[in-house]
């Protein structure tokens, strides 16, 4: 066999296992896990809309620790991040051998898992080591990480103009999520003739409501990271939980903020129904 042949068999037996059905469980048990972190978040952010958050962090890590002080929660921790392993694995495979659908082969969506990838990946390994005992790693603060990336680019020549391009393309982005959630763009990559009216309408509501509030948060901070760049002060940066935050301090004060958390868990009951209906 040449070299020509065993090249092209190797890519066969790759690409048989990207549409395997253990990538398929992994893609699945990571929008469940996906889900699971949303839903604590918005939780997390309804309780700091009406109180202090008993000191509970509305981000990533909060939700990390909220899981962590449960009966069994190191056990829950290891399987919240091995499911997080199995979507960024997903998200591997489409950017080496395309989404499913008609147009999963574009480069620009094969970028996007790229992307997706590498995101969903740090998450996985910061959940963890977290499990493994190191405390410092998942459940850090958003904030706190936010300020020192952003205090560091501010002091190289140039910074600002990379901090502000970083907070447009940020802000960017959750317009286009914001968009695509609203035009109800999801329903390609879902299963529709599978569900039931009542489940459609379901869908339909956590997808357009969650994934514009979604949209929304990435767009107010990329919007303070673009400030933290014009200004040159990187404490005007935030992450998600002064993100959030920064909702109370709106005319419509905790109200605004109690609106967007239930928006957040509304995202993750998506992420469910993505779990189920997912096109993978």
Known sequence: MNANALSTNARGQARRAARSRAMDVGARAGFVARGVIYLLVGVLALRIAFSDGGGKQ??????????????????LLWALGLALAGMALWRLSEALFGQAG??????????????????????????????????????????????????RA????????????????VTCAGLWIAFRAAAR???KHLKMAEMTKKVRQAVDVTGVFGGVVRGAVF?????????????????????????????????????????????L????????????????
């Open 265 to 280: 868990a509304a995202f993750g009951l998506f992420s469910w129904a993505n779990a189920r209906y997912r096109k993978v």
């Open 219 to 263: 767009a107010t901070a990329g919007g303070f990271a673009v400030a933290a760049a014009v200004q040159h002060e990187p404490g005007r940066a935030k992450g998600m939980d002064d993100t959030l935050r920064s909702f109370t301090e709106t005319p419509a004060g905790p109200w605004l903020l109690a609106f967007i958390a239930l928006g």
């Open 185 to 187: 763009k999801f329903h």
């Open 58 to 75: 509305a981000d990533r890590g909060g939700a990390i620790a909220e899981i962590a002080e449960k009966p069994f929660g190191n056990i």
């Open 102 to 151: 008609p147009d999963g082969d574009k480069p620009q969506k094969r970028a996007m898992a790229a992307a997706r990838f590498v995101f969903y990946g740090f998450v996985s390994y910061s959940v963890l080591s977290y499990a493994a005992g190191d405390q410092g790693s998942g459940s850090g603060s958003s904030d706190q990480q936010t300020d020192d990336v952003t205090a």
């Open 154 to 169: 501010l002091e190289w020549t140039g910074g600002q103009w990379i901090v502000g391009a970083a907070g447009i393309v």
